[in-house]
């Protein structure tokens, strides 16, 4: 009554969240009890958490429609038909054998698509798995299945899915009992859902479902077959209660429900329940909150309640269980044996081509899997190099219980043909599987590599890989050596992208750096020069650790970067050229620059004195050599300061200081020896005699010349002031000259004049540095008369020494004498 109206839902609600909020534990550990399976102490069962990876292919076909439900469009009101889909039956045929059929019947909108995809581990948004419909029809039409893979190659279970009963489809074309009839003859273990109470209509398809296994069971005695191989014994069958009104408190109260409801005063339930195994199994809401429940395929997975994610797996858990004694099918027979299902549950009728077609194909299927079975036997664990002596000696075991089949049920040439090729293909299937087990022993081994630390692990491989050709022989064949390489190289790539750092490239380069930088340091004082590098490396160290903890250290210098991750083409360099050992070629480049580095530090220390003097004069001359640089530095700019100066000085009419300045000049012109190599170079030699006769002869100029010189002068400033601009010294120094010249006047003057130039000089002179004229090669005549006198006499010397040998041999008859 309280939730009939708006305030009596919410009072209901809050009513739960207090029941469960103050026993939550108390539901949660009788929901644990009421879930706990309890399998065969002496059989191991393993569910398989994660998909492997040879199925991902099949779980991205899922779902995949095995049975259609055919209308005819020009009679709407009439019988659906059912139809086998081909794609559906090669998808089958494609699983690994043996096959595990679990089909989940129920009640339209029950909520049977999503507890499959719950089975099958898959999470929101369930891509690739079974559709969930939100509308009030039925979503599923037919029957859509989905493969998982059973761990070590144990086989495939096949998740079938099947179209709602009592919807208005079904009630207009009365396919539901079909299918119903349809998934219990196929089925190793059938899971019945049930919405919150056990559903007693399903006994009245359980009634039509008993009425064809008998006609099939019959027809197959008739034809002499056997029908354990056609029909299920003793098929487990899991009512699974979803949403209960309330939860048992434990697994055994839930089966002595399920066993009141089995065990009603009715003759048809009992045979129900002497003809299957039956199993139950509690599934409680997977939220409390209303509006999510038409949404629950879109809730994440911290969304749903524990309970129920637990309830699920336990159910997996005892699914899995079941299937360890239940009736698999073979992929090679299971095409033949659904036509005969749907062809008899279609026309309640026995057909005997369509039997014998199934009762030939299982037992091809039966002897082609036993084959399987002892070839693995005989050669061991796989990888084996004995698998194709043991395949030929497993045909030899079972030719016997061949013989004993076709002799018994009279097959023909068309069975031996039928077996031979599944023989053939189960060959085929056994030495890929033998293949794939040596490529997944090398797989294993590149990824131990690769998990030692090491970034490149190809050269490392590179000498496994010649092991593995001698060791497997021919099932280390070319194309599986091409897939080892390939993913050894996808390993290496993946590998490289994320382990190569900015310190991998610095730790080779830092040894060739590292004795520059000490040198800079130690220089001035070894002791001082380490103590100032230890300090600033320990301030860049502060530095380095702040940014980085900032998150503010450029990427450049990061040495975490990774450096082939963010840069392709680096990426695509190194992987092109894999055969290079690039960890061995970049470990032995450091090597060398730390034995360069110990080589130069150790030279230093023990090198003996001679060696320490001669590199103290080599930094002497390398500071003298700056000194001399500085020097004519300043001498230059002191002659053009001069030039300059006495341009101004001319330009403004006064010839006595640019007298002076002109003076200041050439005396540092006139100071430059021959003898000087540092600067003598610098000035022609004609132009240093210039300056010093200049600087000897000169004048003060009279005051009464200085309108003269002011008229004369003023094209001689405009060439001292170009010349100085443009340091052109061939110039400039006999510009000055001229210039002194003209402002000193007549050769003429008196001696007082002269006695006031000689004081001028001594302004910027020393006394005792006035020095003769420098002469000029070539300008003495004396000298060049010298040299040619002793020349010539040397000339006429060898003349006369000549002609006295000529006569001395003539006459001693040394010479021959012409005849007469």
Known sequence: QLSEGYGGYWAMKLWQLFIFG???????????????????????????????????????????????????????????????????????????????????????????????????????????????????????????????????????????????????????????????????????????????????????????????????????????????????????????????????????????????FLTIQDKARERIKDSFTHLIHEVPSATHYQPQWSKLDQLPEEELLPEYVSAIQSLRQLLFTQLQGARPLQAASVAAQLRMYVDLVQKDHFSISLAKEAFEDSHVAQLCEKFGVLAQEFAGDLPSLNLSAAMDLSEQSIQEQRDLIIKDFHLGDGFLRRLQQCFRKKRDEL???????????????????????????????????????????????????????????????????????????????????????????????????????????????????????MGRLPFYVDLDYQVLKHHPGLLEFVMKYPQIPWDLLSQFIAILGWIRVAWIVASQIFRPPETRTIGQL????IKLNTILERTEAQMKKEIITAALEAALWIDSNDPSAAALALVKGLVVVSQVGASDVHFAYLFEVEHRNMAKTAVKNFQFPDKEDSERCAASLKKESGKLRRCATSHDWDELIPGMVEALQKLSGAKDRKEGTKADGRAARKLFQDADDESDLEEVPGSSCCGCCFRGCIILMMVLGGIVGAAWVLEFSSRAGLLPTESK
């Open 22 to 260: 103050s026993l939550g534990s108390c539901l949660g550990q009788g929901r644990e009890e009421s879930i706990e399976v309890s399998p065969d102490p002496d059989v191991e069962v393993e569910v398989p958490t994660e998909e492997p990876d040879e199925l991902q292919e099949d779980c991205a076909q899922c779902p995949v429609r095995l049975l259609e439900v055919v209308s005819k469009e020009d009679d709407p009101d009439a019988a659906a038909t059912l139809q086998l889909n081909d794609a559906g039956l090669k998808f089958l045929e494609s699983q690994r054998s043996p096959l595990f059929l679990v089909p989940a019947l129920g009640v339209y909108r029950g909520g049977k698509s999503l507890l499959l995809n719950r089975l099958m581990q898959r999470r929101a948004p369930y891509s690739n798995s079974f559709g969930v419909g939100h509308g009030q029809q039925t979503f599923t039409r037919g029957i859509e299945i989905c493969a998982e893979a059973l761990p070590d190659r144990a086989g495939t279970v096949v998740w079938m899915d099947t179209e709602g009963l009592f919807s208005s489809e079904d009630a207009r074309s009365a396919y539901g009992p079909k299918i119903f009839s349809l998934a219990l003859l196929f089925s190793s273990v059938v899971l019945l859902n049930n919405l919150k109470v056990l559903n007693q209509q399903f006994f009245l398809f359980f009634e039509e479902q008993q009425q064809v296994a008998r006609i099939l069971r019959e027809g197959l005695r008739s034809e002499g077959m056997r029908s354990d191989l056609l029909l299920p014994e003793n098929l487990s069958i899991v009512w699974v209660l979803n949403q209960p009104h309330s939860l048992a408190t434990s697994s055994e109260a839930s089966q002595v429900q399920l066993d009141s």
């Open 431 to 549: 030495e890929d599987i033998n293949q794939e087990m040596v490529l997944a022993e090398w797989q294993k081994e590149v990824h131990s590599v690769a998990e030692s630390g090491r970034c490149f692990i190809l050269s490392k491989l590179a000498i496994e890989l010649p092991k593995y050709r001698k060791t497997y022989g021919a099932i280390f064949s070319k194309s599986v050596e091409a897939k080892a390489r390939d993913f050894a190289l996808q390993v290496q790539r993946s590998r490289v992208a994320g382990c190569v750092l900015l310190r991998h490239f610095a730790v080779p380069v830092a040894p060739w750096f590292a004795w520059p930088v000490m040198a800079l340091y130690i220089r001035q004082g070894a002791l001082s020069g380490i103590l100032t590098m230890a300090v600033h490396g320990v301030v860049l160290a502060g530095i380095y650790s702040i940014l980085q903890f």
């Open 618 to 621: 080599s930094n002497l001359e």
